[in-house]
């Protein structure tokens, strides 16, 4: 069967709170977040991309994040959150 990505843009102002509203039951294997208006993250967004990780991982379900900054994706690095997103440009 085969996997139909789900686009959703992030609002920068609302980062965990978008992340946290995210309902994977609707994606079919994949969702692809947009992060390209997004310049920076806070400790309760990486908080909630932690249990967005978490939340994938149980449903089976692949999160690609797309348009990542340098800065961002640096500080996914320290928490070690990459190895559980793919990244897209």
């Known amino acids: 069967m ?6 959703i843009n992030i609002d920068p102002e609302r980062v965990a709170d978008c ?3 995210l309902k994977l039951d609707k994606a079919n294997g994949e969702t692809v977040l947009d992060f390209s208006s997004v310049q920076r993250i806070d400790a309760r967004a990486l908080q909630a991309m932690e249990a967005l990780a978490g939340l994938a991982d149980a449903k089976a379900v ?3 994040l797309r348009g990542v900054n ?4 640096k500080v996914l690095k ?4 990459t190895p559980r ?3 897209l440009t």
């Open 70 to 73: 340098v800065e961002i994706y």
């Open 85 to 87: 997103f793919s990244f």
């Open 2 to 7: 085969p996997m139909t990505a789900v686009p």
């Open 78 to 81: 320290l928490v070690k959150l």
């Open 62 to 64: 692949k999160v690609a």
């Open 19 to 21: 992340l946290l509203e």
